[in-house]
């Protein structure tokens, strides 16, 4: 470390790296060709999406009844998933929307790799309302469009199509942000790139030349996209839950379910991004650019959020105590002592016993550690929405309609299906996009050693023979500008 | 775009196009069909209308027409026959042997719903499950299509022609010809089979039975000199003491017997038939009684001798003294002998054991009590033809080879004779055998000519229901098969050319007109009007009451060893409501229906106790091996309440061999395991025994839950409770509106509610059958019931209290309740569900898309998804779909419409007459079925209503009040005449 930087404020790129590496060590997975870890990966994606398709095939060419499902239990995997995936589509936009418009800095190197996994999950999340439906060929008359069908509209009072408007909403902005934030890497892509590659990445980075005004124009839209997806990483887990929060049934309808959802989406988001992280960084080998400052702030989130799930349990049981209400009182004595009580146990030690651990730096520090944690915590969120879903439907007002739910190999191959689309997307978005944001993370280098050291990056650049981009204009041609950006920054004038 | 000039910039706003340099139409056209130079179309007209034709006939050659139907009026419309309007014949049920009378409702000239006859003396309008069921049995896809010879199809003359011949040779042998029938055919029957026997004078006559409703008959015969069984007035009844008895379920005549019991039982009328009941298992009358007792089946001569014994002290019976106390403790035989003593004149005891004995005991017992006098008429009873030979004899002949020919007249003796494979054997050495059964079934595929007859609604019959009372089958269709009527076979066998329907008509106008009481002065008139009410009453006899013979008291218990009670297990076979005997159990839709206690579907098994399930070291569902004399049956487990510690029970008429795909192989054939004593087929058999045995099979259940869990669904009271006012349930001041986020629906018209008074409702499923038939609702199978699949709309549930040995059982009957703030209403994100303006929750098949949302908010749980395509796909037995009711695709949601249909037919009928609709002119399928009269629906803006009246009662309360979802449907308190002696409290007073 140099000694000319503040000892309060840990470096975020933690290894000296002149702008022009950083941009190689982006680049370089989509540069080279694809290595064989990469292609067992993939393999292995690939095959958990045939699964996948397989079973949704059949279950649409068959019925709703390949599921397990019953008369009294008509939701189970498939409303479980889609509420799982939505909650790990969660961090993506929380860490690049609010964390940003919180001048969160340490939020550069994972924003992209968390908005991608965002737009991976909900789509892999958007999968399980249709395929769920008796009809799914039917699936548009969920859309409020004009229609001859007469007076046939939809019912504005069902949770289920505020949930189509708020899944919809959060994908498409979210999308665009992530995208409008792809902009000018995917011209540095451009700039570096030949051929046919060249030409799609012109199409992509719609003729972005880098200029100030360009720049000026982007943040300022980055900003409002910020802005406006901010509201959305909290409506729509406070829509999932009035799915269940709107009905009559015990263990379902209870006022707490919308912060309860958020906080719980946030925490499994963020432990799903450091599931991710923590490979991608030692895959991609940019360890320096995602540290362990990193992880540990993710941590901290998560221990945070936990301790609301955690809360929000307690007051659940406490709920239903105080309310008198036989049926309440019924439902959570049946989660933590009925039949599947198992799930109920599971779920409280994934959620709140075991992210305790995060309380000792020395766990907080140690990827291999938080990487447990983190597939602990999945699983924990995944029974989370089970134990809601399950068991307060299995067992709800008339005990003569009781039954068990038990899950069939289609349902799993399903949801280990949508764990193969999450993959396979993500490793192509590995091979063929920048993971990290190239530009922002350069706005976050350690300038003061690169001053003491510019001269070397510069002349390795041009042996290089590279074409100067925009980039390379920043950093070199006009060392200053990066620097007053930053700088700028730091100020709050311009927002990075 | 114009050669030669650059174009810019192109301002797309209309408006400020005329500043520009070039001119442009107002509105430019996005495909020119001009020829022009310049045009930016890329076609020529030409070109255009090459493509164009191109394409259309790529199109239409592509796609094939959807197949093209034909809508023909009928050439000669038959006169009454209205496309689209239902005719409805009067009949008798073949059901069962109790033949109750009913409507048959046709449509388009073929039956798809039977319904009780309202004028029907003695069924009053009501219809059983079986009754309800057996309207799908006429559409049976394993029914025969036409007789045939050792399996061969030929014609009726190539069987006519063999059947005399051999019965002619068989004549000139001096070997007997057996005809073997049910012990209830009917006057007309057995007119045909006095004739048969006439012309062949070999001929001798076996009943095969059972049940053991010819033994009570065959007691009459020993103690009062008539074989008769007879009419039971249950509804002048102040207690009834069933032994073995399930009257209410399975035994003589259901229906019957609970229009009497709900009637006497009404806490309207300040007091209410009070039921006890003394039986090895929990049986659906049992369920109901308000004393329930459970004792081994060997404890029922002892205890019916105890009771004779203790009722007869004054004058004791010297036969008595031999036989031994019983063991169930003397407080509880105490406590019916008081009861008995107590209502003496107005108290009745039924027995349904198989044990002559204990028949004979009944009667001395009913005796005693006066019964014979008020609740019990013999001379108003069935009678019940005497044989000429038993199934012994016949056992014995055919064994001895001194056997000319075997008629087997619609009985499955091969099947339901303990020893029917041995009968197998012994029929293959006998020139003739000829079966009239409607299918191959065991005994039919066994016989070398087999002449199936008609079904029920196909042919003509007659039954004596009762000495005053003979009612008349007419069919509701011509004969789907090249089937004749076994009457019409007899007969022609016999010589006589002659019809059914022609041998009826005429006996009718020399034997049955002339005693018909009120009859028109000729016959035409009143065949007619038969035809129209489906009964005659006949003018009652002026014989007099048969005198009690005490003797044979005597001569029946010195049959009866005093025996010491019987060590180890007893075996008890019983009938389910659905299945009976297994005579239809190849009806998908009584193999579906649930038992009523055990809410059992597609299968037979074990009924143990828990004593001796722990004992045995049995759960729920492990194979046991029952072995009685020699013979073993293995089949699951079921461990229930109400069960006596030393009893196995098990169903009958489970496991048949050929009978159609839906009986094969569901459940274990039990008969093997009864034995015959005396030429009487007995369902008790001592000395068995019951091990584990490896394996097992989950039983299909449509409730899994036994309790209430102290909630408040089921109220209860006591007739005494009632009195005071206590009505159960959790809060007196019931019916508080709380506050709502939605406004109130305003129903200006009609408001369409339901009443079920729980105190009537004994849990018959009656209803279940009838909804399932009326709503065309697919049956699932036995995989998909056992997983929690099944498609009734109405269903019963059923929840234990009390004991395990004294568990008191309550039933109710649950549907949509049409819940005037609808959970699933709220949250169709389609609105495939929506409110109507009368208070229908109505589904909209069309418009659902499946997502299940309404079925997980519904609170009673009744909405039913079609998980798959439940199709119809048998051409015959789609003949059976009401076309008033859509046939629902998969991915659907669909529940209870109240029988929307009906509602609206019934509106339409009393629009046609210029009236508003009144209270009965609509009636939902349960609520016509129901035996019980437990279902009242109708208009509660009405305030002449029953629905409306009964909203005042004090007993009336909603179920699920507190959730603020406002049922349309309602319950009425159910009041027992008294607690158990071990029971418990009449209202479960937790409070949550």
């Known amino acids: ?496 | 775009m114009e050669s030669g000039r650059k174009t810019y910039y192109r301002e797309s706003d209309p408006r400020l196009r005329s500043e520009g340099g070039d001119h442009q139409p107002e509105f430019p056209s996005e495909l020119s069909l001009g020829d022009g130079e310049g045009d930016s179309a890329q076609f020529s007209r030409r070109g255009f209308l090459a493509a164009l034709g191109l394409s259309t006939a790529a199109f239409t050659a592509a796609c094939s027409r959807s197949p093209t139907g034909h809508v023909l009026p009928f050439n000669d419309k038959p006169e009454e026959l209205t496309p689209g309007v239902a005719l409805y014949y009067a009949s008798v049920c073949g059901g069962c042997n109790a033949r109750c009378g009913l409507l048959v409702k046709a449509r388009d000239g073929r039956p798809i719903k039977l319904e009780g006859n309202d004028r029907h003396p003695l069924s009053k309008g009501a219809l059983c499950a079986v009754g309800q069921a057996s309207v799908l049995s006429l559409y049976d896809a394993a029914r025969s299509r036409g007789p045939s010879i050792a399996g061969k199809p030929v014609g009726w003359k190539e069987v006519d022609s063999q059947v005399r011949a051999a019965l002619e040779k068989a004549k000139t042998s001096a070997k007997p010809v057996f005809v073997v029938h049910p012990p209830d055919i009917g006057p007309t029957e057995s007119a045909a089979l006095a004739r048969f026997a006439e012309v062949y004078t070999n001929t001798k006559r076996v009943v095969f039975d059972t049940s053991a409703v010819g033994l009570w008959a065959q007691a009459h015969e020993s103690t009062h000199g008539s074989r008769t069984v007879p009419l039971v007035k249950l509804d002048i009844a102040k207690v009834v003491v069933g032994i073995e008895a399930d009257f209410l379920g399975t035994w003589l005549s259901p229906v019957e017997f609970t229009k009497a019991y709900s009637k006497a039982r009404d806490p309207k009328q300040g007091n209410m038939l009070v039921h006890y009941q003394v039986e090895p298992k929990l049986t659906l009358t049992g369920s109901n009684a308000d004393v329930r007792f459970t004792a081994k089946p060997s404890d029922t001569v002892p205890l019916l001798a105890a009771i004779a014994r203790a009722l007869s002290e004054s004058e004791p019976i010297a036969a008595l003294k031999g036989i031994r106390a019983p063991e169930l403790p003397p407080a509880k035989v105490g406590k019916i002998v008081g009861a008995l003593r107590e209502a003496k004149g107005h108290a009745v005891v039924l027995c349904g054991s198989s044990d002559p004995t204990a028949q004979v005991l009944t009667n001395l017992i009913n005796q005693s009590i006066g019964a014979y006098t008020s609740i019990l008429s013999i001379q108003s009873g069935t009678g019940y033809p005497a044989a000429d030979a038993t199934m012994e004899d016949l056992y014995a002949a055919l064994g001895k080879g001194d056997t000319a020919g075997v008629v087997l007249w619609n009985v499955n003796p091969v099947y339901a004779h303990p020893r029917g494979a041995e009968l197998k054997g012994l029929l293959a050495k006998v020139d003739l055998t000829v079966c009239t059964n409607d299918r191959p079934d065991e005994t039919a595929s066994a016989v070398k000519v087999h002449a199936p007859d008609h079904n029920a609604l196909e042919g003509w019959a007659d039954t004596q229901v009762k000495a005053e009372l003979v009612s008349l089958r007419q069919p509701g269709v011509q004969p789907l098969f090249e089937t004749r009527g076994a009457v019409e076979s007899l007969l022609v066998w016999a010589g006589d050319t002659v019809t059914e329907e022609d041998f009826l008509r005429r006996r009718w106008e020399s034997q049955v007109f002339p005693k018909a009481k009120n009859s028109p002065p000729t016959f035409v008139p009143f065949w007619d009007r038969a035809l129209q009410d489906g009964f005659v009453e006949l003018a009652p006899s002026d014989s007099a009451a048969p005198e009690w013979r005490p003797e044979s008291v005597e001569k029946a218990l010195t049959a009866h060893a005093a025996n010491p009670p019987p060590q180890g297990l007893e075996l008890w076979l019983y009938e389910k409501t659905g299945i009976r005997d297994g005579r239809l159990a190849n009806n998908a839709w009584l193999q579906e229906l649930p038992d009523p206690i055990s809410k059992v579907t597609w299968g037979n098994y074990a009924v143990l106790s828990a004593a001796k399930a722990t004992e045995l070291g049995i759960v729920e569902g492990d194979m046991c091996t029952v072995t009685a004399h020699g013979q073993s049956v293995t089949l699951p487990a079921l461990v229930e309440p109400g069960v006596h510690p030393s009893v196995v029970a098990v169903a009958l008429g489970y496991g048949r061999t050929a009978a159609g795909k839906n009986a094969e192989g569901k459940g274990a054939d039990v008969y093997p395991l009864a034995r015959t004593k005396e030429g009487v087929f007995r369902r008790e058999v001592e000395g068995i025994t019951v091990a584990k045995a490896a394996g097992r099979k989950d039983l299909a259940k449509s409730q899994t839950h036994p309790s209430q869990e102290g909630r408040d669904i089921v109220r209860e009271t006591t007739l005494a409770g009632l009195a005071k006012g206590e009505v159960g349930g959790h809060d007196a001041g019931h019916g508080k509106r709380h506050l709502s986020m939605w406004p109130d629906h305003a129903y200006t018209g009609s408001k369409w509610e339901m009443r079920i008074d729980l105190t009537a409702c004994t849990g018959c499923s009656a209803c279940v059958v009838a909804c399932q038939a009326e709503n065309n609702i697919p049956t699932v199978g036995e995989l998909e019931v056992f997983r929690r699949r099944e498609m009734h709309w109405m269903r019963i549930d059923r929840y234990f209290a009390g004991s395990a040995d004294e568990p008191e059982v309550v039933h109710q009957p649950m549907l949509c309740q049409h819940c005037d703030n609808a959970p699933c209403e709220t949250v169709c994100p389609v609105l495939a569900t929506v409110h109507s303006s009368e208070g229908l929750n109505q589904q909209v098949y069309n418009r659902c898309v499946g997502t299940r949302y309404c079925a997980n908010n519904c609170p009673p749980k009744v909405r039913r998804f079609n998980w798959f395509d439940y199709p119809h796909e048998d051409p015959l037995e789609r003949m059976v779909l009401n076309p008033d009711v859509a046939v629902r695709s998969r991915g659907v949601m669909e529940k209870c419409s109240f029988c929307v249909q009906r509602i609206q037919e019934g509106k339409a009928t009393a629009k046609a007459q210029g009236r508003p609709a009144k209270d009965g002119d609509v009636t939902p399928a349960c609520e016509q079925s129901c035996p019980a009269g437990a279902i009242v629906f109708g208009n509660a803006n009405d305030p002449e209503s029953r629905t409306a009246k009964l909203r005042e009662d004090v007993r009336n309360y909603r179920v699920l009040e507190e959730l603020n979802v406002s049922p349309a449907v309602s319950y009425l308190t159910k009041v027992r005449a008294e607690s158990t002696a071990l029971g418990h409290a009449p209202a479960e007073k937790k409070h949550g």
């Open chain 1, 1 to 496: 470390m140099a000694e000319h930087l503040s000892s309060l404020r840990q470096p975020l790129v933690t290894e000296e790296r002149s702008l022009h590496q950083i941009t190689n060590e982006i680049c370089a997975p989509m540069e080279r060709r694809p290595t064989p870890l990469w292609w067992a990966g993939l393999a292995l994606a690939v095959s958990a999406l045939v699964l996948g398709i397989y079973c949704v095939t059949y279950q649409i060419k068959t019925g709703v009844g390949v599921w397990g499902l019953n008369k009294t239990v008509g939701w189970a995997f498939d409303i479980t998933n889609f509420v799982f995936w939505v909650g790990i589509g969660h961090a993506g936009t929380l860490i690049s929307a609010i964390l940003f418009l919180f001048r969160q800095k340490w939020r550069t190197s994972i924003n992209r790799a968390a908005e991608a996994m965002t737009l991976f999950a909900v789509m892999c999340a958007a999968l399980f309302p249709i395929i769920h439906m008796g009809r799914p060929w039917l699936g548009f008359w969920m859309l409020p469009y004009p229609n001859s069908r007469g007076t046939l509209w939809v019912n504005f009072r069902s949770p289920l199509l505020w949930d189509v408007f708020a899944i919809s909403t959060y994908f498409i902005v979210s999308a665009v942000f992530w995208y409008i934030g792809l902009i000018p890497d995917l011209a540095t892509v451009r700039d570096r790139s030949k051929g046919l590659g060249k030409k799609i990445f012109s199409l992509m980075s719609f003729g972005w030349t880098g200029s100030s005004r360009t720049w000026s124009r982007y943040e300022s839209v980055y900003g409002l996209l910020a802005g406006l997806a901010t509201p959305l990483v909290v409506s729509v887990h406070t829509i999932v839950s009035m799915d269940f929060a709107t009905s009559v049934i015990p263990g379902w309808h209870a006022t707490i379910f919308p912060p309860y959802f958020v906080a719980g989406a946030v925490f499994s988001g963020f432990a799903m991004v450091l599931t991710l992280m923590i490979v991608a960084r030692k895959v991609l080998n940019i360890q320096h650019l995602i540290t362990i400052r990193h992880l540990e702030n993710m941590t901290k989130v998560i221990l945070v959020t936990g301790g609301i799930v955690g809360l929000a349990y307690s007051t659940e049981l406490f709920v239903a105590w105080y309310s008198g209400n036989l049926y309440e009182r019924f439902a959570f004595r049946n989660r933590a002592f009925g039949p599947y009580s198992w799930a109920y146990w599971t779920m409280v030690a994934c959620n709140v016993g075991f992210p305790q651990l995060f309380w000792f730096k020395k766990i907080r520090t140690t990827p291999a550690l938080i990487f447990i944690l983190s597939i602990i915590i999945n699983i924990g969120m995944w029974f989370e929405r089970f134990v809601i879903i399950v068991t307060s439907l299995h067992r709800d007002f008339l005990p003569s309609s009781w039954a068990m739910y038990k899950p069939t190999f289609i349902e799993v191959g399903t949801f280990i299906g949508t764990f193969g689309l999450f993959f396979t997307l993500f490793l192509l978005f590995a091979k063929f996009l920048p993971a990290v944001s190239i530009g922002e993370v350069k706005s976050v280098n350690s300038f003061a050693r690169h001053r003491g050291h510019g001269g070397s990056s510069h002349s390795t650049g041009h042996a290089e023979g590279e074409e100067p981009s925009h980039e390379e204009e920043e950093g070199e041609g006009q060392p200053g500008y990066a620097t007053a950006r930053v700088k700028a920054g730091a100020e709050g004038e311009v927002a990075v």
